[in-house]
């Protein structure tokens, strides 16, 4: 009798051990399909490999029945069958039939606040834009973020003291339906309360000059999150945290604190760049950001390639914003040597300049600079020299960072020069450069470009060789040469007195760091517009990088009659 049991207590043992090798290692669904079908999947991936058990059989039942109320069937029937693949008899598919039943549908929604946010339209208003509709299949997902953006809406706006007395969501199963009860006191708005700085800064002038709202007015955390980014542009911080200290609100007011750390009293920054216009180029940047006691602070670049190589020293005296309310005095030498257009010049220049910001969000820069310039221009050799007083507007606007997907940008620009104040000649310099970038769909993106400039003067052969037209290279008209389109006169060409340039880009996007890109650029150099357009063509390919795109092009000279090609090279977003 003994003996019997030892051996019938291996055969259960090892009968179980056979069992408990049964893994599941596939799953098929029938009955359902859609988000119903993924909201299923996403439990059953997570029972591959798990024990063929009738515990996990009764387990996953009532997970699926809960994955499918949560998408609003509360009445679903679910068959769950293993089935064994193979010979083996170790590996197991788990087969699951459903009937997913009557849909649940949103019969009532109550919502309620209490308090002072009753009556605040930019609260109020946020129950208008929630995702559940009287009506609709109850989704608990959406229910749960309909909660999460009333709680977001009471923080921007600052309910600091808001509680939920109800968050209810009732299923009736008889009526098949859903009811949704939102009842929130909301307490008091909080204002905007005393800026506290953080001590040993000498930038306290400026953190307070840049805040966009005063004490005493209606919290909002966006225009803190502003007031953030506003610091954090200054040339003073290397790290910048703004925040209401909710800690410490009392009277309903909320203190707004703003910790800084300074920037080394000497920075540097070495870097580098390469187009085929301009061949690699390299730069040294020197900054100290912080001189005397009001703010001052200076730069200096040194920027070098084979064809251009340039020093240019600026020191920025601050007003009240020290982004956009200063006065710039800059100093620097420029040396040029471009081959294709057989020109050649060395230029200094000195400027002051007055800039500011306006209501419009234009950045709007008066000037006044003087330049003295040597070159040689095919055969003209000549020294001139301009005292250049003007203005220019500027406005970019972009979404995406290095990679922008949105963008627009505006310059208009004029200067003046005349004979009888230091100048070599009378002349009218305007010009106008615009660009949109948009996107449609996430994978295709859209770029324009637009350039125009006129120079109005008796002789344009009296004007410095830097201050004219050329067309032609990587940001201008692909598939030509850098400065290579100009009217030619006697065989040379002289640079222009007027400049049309345009493009029109299409981007594809095929892979998360990847695009393709059609493009035809064309315009002209001129003095007359007597000369053909010029037309350039082609197709490209984009690394979008943290740098920004790297953007590789191949393009054609369309209106050459050899139609040449040229492959050009650029680093950097296209706004």
């Given at each position: 009798?003994?003996?019997?049991?030892?051996?019938?207590?291996?055969?259960?043992?090892?009968?179980?051990?056979?069992?408990?090798?049964?893994?599941?290692?596939?799953?098929?669904?029938?009955?359902?399909?859609?988000?119903?079908?993924?909201?299923?999947?996403?439990?059953?991936?997570?029972?591959?490999?798990?024990?063929?058990?009738?515990?996990?059989?009764?387990?996953?039942?009532?997970?699926?029945?809960?994955?499918?109320?949560?998408?609003?069937?509360?009445?679903?029937?679910?068959?769950?069958?293993?089935?064994?693949?193979?010979?083996?008899?170790?590996?197991?598919?788990?087969?699951?039939?459903?009937?997913?039943?009557?849909?649940?549908?949103?019969?009532?929604?109550?919502?309620?606040?209490?308090?002072?946010?009753?009556?605040?339209?930019?609260?109020?208003?946020?129950?208008?834009?929630?995702?559940?509709?009287?009506?609709?299949?109850?989704?608990?997902?959406?229910?749960?973020?309909?909660?999460?953006?009333?709680?977001?809406?009471?923080?921007?706006?600052?309910?600091?003291?808001?509680?939920?007395?109800?968050?209810?969501?009732?299923?009736?199963?008889?009526?098949?339906?859903?009811?949704?009860?939102f009842q929130i006191s909301t307490g008091v708005r909080y204002h905007y309360g005393p800026i506290v700085i953080a001590p040993h800064t000498p930038a306290a002038k400026y953190i307070r000059s840049l805040a966009r709202f005063k004490t005493g007015e209606n919290y909002q955390a966006s225009t803190i999150s502003e007031y953030n980014l506003d610091l954090a542009s200054t040339p003073y911080f290397k790290s910048v945290r703004v925040y209401a200290d909710i800690e410490q609100r009392e009277n309903k007011q909320v203190p707004i604190r703003?910790?800084?750390?300074?920037?080394?009293?000497?920075?540097?920054?070495?870097?580098?760049?390469?187009?085929?216009?301009?061949?690699?180029?390299?730069?040294?940047?020197w900054t100290k950001p912080w001189v005397g006691s009001d703010g001052h602070y200076f730069e200096n670049n040194i920027v070098a390639s084979k064809i251009e190589q340039e020093f240019l020293f600026s020191y920025t005296i601050p007003v009240d914003d020290p982004i956009d309310d200063v006065w710039r005095y800059a100093f620097g030498y420029k040396r040029e040597s471009n081959d294709e257009a057989k020109k050649y010049s060395r230029k200094i220049t000195t400027q002051l300049q007055r800039q500011w910001l306006t209501e419009s969000h234009w950045v709007r820069t008066a000037f006044i600079k003087h330049e003295r310039e040597d070159f040689e221009l095919a055969s003209q050799k000549d020294t001139t020299e301009m005292l250049l007083p003007g203005i220019s507007y500027a406005r970019k606007r972009s979404r995406g960072g290095t990679t922008p997907y949105w963008g627009d940008q505006l310059l208009v620009s004029s200067e003046i020069g005349l004979e009888d104040v230091l100048s070599s000649t009378d002349l009218l310099k305007v010009q106008f450069q615009t660009a949109l970038l948009r996107t449609y769909k996430n994978n295709h993106l859209f770029y324009a470009r637009a350039t125009l400039g006129a120079i109005w003067v008796e002789d344009i052969v009296n004007v410095p060789a830097s201050m004219r037209f050329f067309a032609g290279g990587d940001q201008s008209i692909r598939g030509f040469a850098y400065e290579s389109i100009s009217p030619i006169e006697n065989g040379e060409k002289l640079g222009g007195r007027y400049l049309a340039t345009g493009t029109l880009e299409y981007n594809y996007q095929f892979a998360p760091s990847w695009r393709v890109a059609l493009f035809v650029d064309g315009g002209t150099a001129t003095n007359d517009f007597s000369e053909d357009i010029e037309i350039g063509a082609g197709f490209g390919l984009r690394w979008l990088t943290p740098v920004g795109p790297i953007r590789v092009d191949h393009a054609w000279a369309m209106t050459r009659e050899n139609k040449t090609t040229r492959l050009s090279i650029t680093i950097g977003p296209e706004i």
């Amino acid at each position: 009798m003994l003996r019997f049991s030892y051996y019938f207590f291996l055969f259960v043992l090892c009968a179980s051990a056979q069992a408990v090798e049964k893994k599941v290692t596939e799953f098929k669904v029938f009955g359902i399909e859609g988000a119903l079908l993924e909201n299923v999947s996403f439990y059953l991936e997570k029972v591959k490999n798990e024990s063929a058990t009738v515990q996990l059989k009764h387990h996953s039942i009532e997970q699926i029945q809960i994955s499918l109320e949560a998408l609003g069937y509360y009445k679903s029937q679910v068959q769950l069958l293993f089935e064994q693949i193979g010979d083996s008899g170790n590996a197991v598919l788990m087969s699951i039939t459903i009937e997913k039943g009557p849909e649940t549908r949103i019969a009532k929604l109550d919502y309620l606040f209490e308090g002072e946010g009753n009556k605040d339209q930019n609260l109020t208003g946020i129950l208008n834009t929630l995702p559940l509709n009287q009506g609709e299949v109850i989704n608990h997902g959406l229910y749960e973020k309909s909660k999460s953006i009333i709680d977001s809406q009471l923080l921007e706006l600052g309910y600091f003291d808001a509680k939920w007395k109800v968050n209810q969501l009732a299923i009736s199963l008889k009526e098949n339906s859903a009811f949704v009860k939102f009842q929130i006191s909301t307490g008091v708005r909080y204002h905007y309360g005393p800026i506290v700085i953080a001590p040993h800064t000498p930038a306290a002038k400026y953190i307070r000059s840049l805040a966009r709202f005063k004490t005493g007015e209606n919290y909002q955390a966006s225009t803190i999150s502003e007031y953030n980014l506003d610091l954090a542009s200054t040339p003073y911080f290397k790290s910048v945290r703004v925040y209401a200290d909710i800690e410490q609100r009392e009277n309903k007011q909320v203190p707004i604190r703003v910790d800084v750390l300074h920037k080394p009293a000497n920075s540097y920054d070495v870097g580098g760049g390469f187009s085929t216009d301009t061949k690699l180029k390299g730069r040294f940047k020197w900054t100290k950001p912080w001189v005397g006691s009001d703010g001052h602070y200076f730069e200096n670049n040194i920027v070098a390639s084979k064809i251009e190589q340039e020093f240019l020293f600026s020191y920025t005296i601050p007003v009240d914003d020290p982004i956009d309310d200063v006065w710039r005095y800059a100093f620097g030498y420029k040396r040029e040597s471009n081959d294709e257009a057989k020109k050649y010049s060395r230029k200094i220049t000195t400027q002051l300049q007055r800039q500011w910001l306006t209501e419009s969000h234009w950045v709007r820069t008066a000037f006044i600079k003087h330049e003295r310039e040597d070159f040689e221009l095919a055969s003209q050799k000549d020294t001139t020299e301009m005292l250049l007083p003007g203005i220019s507007y500027a406005r970019k606007r972009s979404r995406g960072g290095t990679t922008p997907y949105w963008g627009d940008q505006l310059l208009v620009s004029s200067e003046i020069g005349l004979e009888d104040v230091l100048s070599s000649t009378d002349l009218l310099k305007v010009q106008f450069q615009t660009a949109l970038l948009r996107t449609y769909k996430n994978n295709h993106l859209f770029y324009a470009r637009a350039t125009l400039g006129a120079i109005w003067v008796e002789d344009i052969v009296n004007v410095p060789a830097s201050m004219r037209f050329f067309a032609g290279g990587d940001q201008s008209i692909r598939g030509f040469a850098y400065e290579s389109i100009s009217p030619i006169e006697n065989g040379e060409k002289l640079g222009g007195r007027y400049l049309a340039t345009g493009t029109l880009e299409y981007n594809y996007q095929f892979a998360p760091s990847w695009r393709v890109a059609l493009f035809v650029d064309g315009g002209t150099a001129t003095n007359d517009f007597s000369e053909d357009i010029e037309i350039g063509a082609g197709f490209g390919l984009r690394w979008l990088t943290p740098v920004g795109p790297i953007r590789v092009d191949h393009a054609w000279a369309m209106t050459r009659e050899n139609k040449t090609t040229r492959l050009s090279i650029t680093i950097g977003p296209e706004i």
